[in-house]
Protein backbone atom coordinates (compact mmCIF):
# COMPACT_ATOMS: atom_id res chain seq x y z
CA UNK A 1 0.00 0.00 0.00
CA UNK A 2 2.29 2.89 1.34
CA UNK A 3 4.96 1.09 -1.61
CA UNK A 4 2.69 1.81 -4.22
CA UNK A 5 1.73 5.42 -2.55
CA UNK A 6 5.77 5.92 -3.01
CA UNK A 7 5.56 5.12 -6.42
CA UNK A 8 2.57 7.17 -7.61
CA UNK A 9 4.10 10.60 -5.48
CA UNK A 10 7.91 9.46 -7.24
CA UNK A 11 5.85 9.45 -10.95
CA UNK A 12 3.90 12.92 -9.91
CA UNK A 13 0.09 11.22 -10.64
CA UNK A 14 -1.22 12.23 -7.31
CA UNK A 15 -0.35 14.78 -4.43
CA UNK A 16 0.33 13.74 -1.02
CA UNK A 17 -3.25 14.47 0.11
CA UNK A 18 -4.56 12.06 -2.29
CA UNK A 19 -2.69 8.95 -1.26
CA UNK A 20 -3.06 6.41 1.26
CA UNK A 21 -0.50 7.20 4.00
CA UNK A 22 -2.29 11.16 4.09
CA UNK A 23 -4.95 9.12 6.04
CA UNK A 24 -2.51 8.77 8.94
CA UNK A 25 -1.22 11.83 9.36
CA UNK A 26 -2.68 14.69 10.62
CA UNK A 27 -4.95 16.89 7.43
CA UNK A 28 -4.07 20.02 8.82
CA UNK A 29 -0.44 19.48 7.41
CA UNK A 30 -0.78 17.54 4.35
CA UNK A 31 0.39 20.49 1.86
CA UNK A 32 3.72 20.31 3.32
CA UNK A 33 4.21 16.75 2.80
CA UNK A 34 6.09 15.63 0.03
CA UNK A 35 7.88 12.71 -1.31
CA UNK A 36 10.74 12.87 0.98
CA UNK A 37 8.15 13.13 3.67
CA UNK A 38 6.42 9.73 2.58
CA UNK A 39 9.92 7.75 2.30
CA UNK A 40 10.51 8.90 6.15
CA UNK A 41 7.80 8.12 7.15
CA UNK A 42 7.77 4.72 5.92
CA UNK A 43 11.04 3.84 7.04
CA UNK A 44 9.46 4.93 10.83
CA UNK A 45 6.26 2.86 9.87
CA UNK A 46 8.69 -0.75 9.10
CA UNK A 47 11.09 0.55 12.07
CA UNK A 48 7.70 0.24 14.14
CA UNK A 49 6.81 -3.27 13.02
CA UNK A 50 10.30 -4.22 13.72
CA UNK A 51 9.96 -3.08 17.14
CA UNK A 52 6.61 -4.85 17.89
CA UNK A 53 7.75 -8.07 16.65
CA UNK A 54 11.48 -7.98 19.17
CA UNK A 55 11.03 -9.44 22.54
CA UNK A 56 11.08 -7.30 25.50
CA UNK A 57 10.08 -3.53 25.52
CA UNK A 58 10.94 -1.35 22.83
CA UNK A 59 10.68 1.88 23.15
CA UNK A 60 9.26 4.75 20.27
CA UNK A 61 12.33 6.77 19.32
CA UNK A 62 9.97 9.84 17.88
CA UNK A 63 6.49 11.20 17.02
CA UNK A 64 7.27 9.80 13.46
CA UNK A 65 6.94 6.40 15.33
CA UNK A 66 4.58 7.16 17.35
CA UNK A 67 1.88 8.30 14.58
CA UNK A 68 3.32 4.70 12.77
CA UNK A 69 1.94 3.13 15.43
CA UNK A 70 -1.69 4.27 15.49
CA UNK A 71 -4.57 2.70 13.46
Not at 23 to 41: D, M, Q, T, V
Amino acid sequence: MFFADLRRLARREVTFAEIDMAEYLPRKHLSRHNLAFAERFLVCVLTVTRKLREPGVQWLACTAEERALRP
